[in-house]
């Protein structure tokens, strides 16, 4: 099962950093992907890293702005958001994730809580 948290309320041009822990088994052994769902829109991917860590991909939207890793010692993925926007508001959730033709894919073990992310001033 994984649990997200660190999010909340920030201001236009801060940082947050969101963390994703696996609890029952080793993050190391899979792809990672954060998506985030804002009030009212469908679910999006943000960002994915592979199951080595060597392998980073970006919705354009974050490019730039987000960095994702691995604390393998901790058994996380951290999502590192800089220069944040309102845009930016939503839920962020993280999953296993298939990587296939360019494109990551949730897992079907279901959703976390998510944490909630707040761009305002």
């Known amino acids: 099962q994984l649990a997200e948290s660190g999010g909340g309320l920030v201001r236009p041009g801060g940082s947050l950093r969101i963390c994703c822990e696996a609890?029952?088994?080793?993050?190391?052994?899979?792809?990672i992907g954060w998506f985030r769902q804002a009030p009212g829109k469908e679910r999006e991917g943000v960002s994915y890293?592979?199951?080595?860590?060597?392998?980073?991909m970006y919705a354009d939207s974050v490019k730039g702005r987000f960095t994702i890793s691995r604390d393998t010692a901790k058994n996380t993925v951290n999502l590192q958001m800089n220069s944040l926007k309102p845009e930016d508001t939503a839920v962020y959730y993280c999953?296993?994730?298939?990587?296939?033709?360019?494109?990551?894919?949730?897992?079907?073990?279901?959703w976390g809580r998510g944490t909630q992310v707040t761009v305002s001033s």
């Open positions: 609890s029952g088994f080793s993050l190391a052994n899979h792809a």
């Open positions: 999953a296993t994730v298939a990587y296939y033709n360019g494109a990551y894919y949730p897992s079907d073990d279901g």
């Open positions: 890293i592979s199951s080595d860590g060597e392998f980073t």
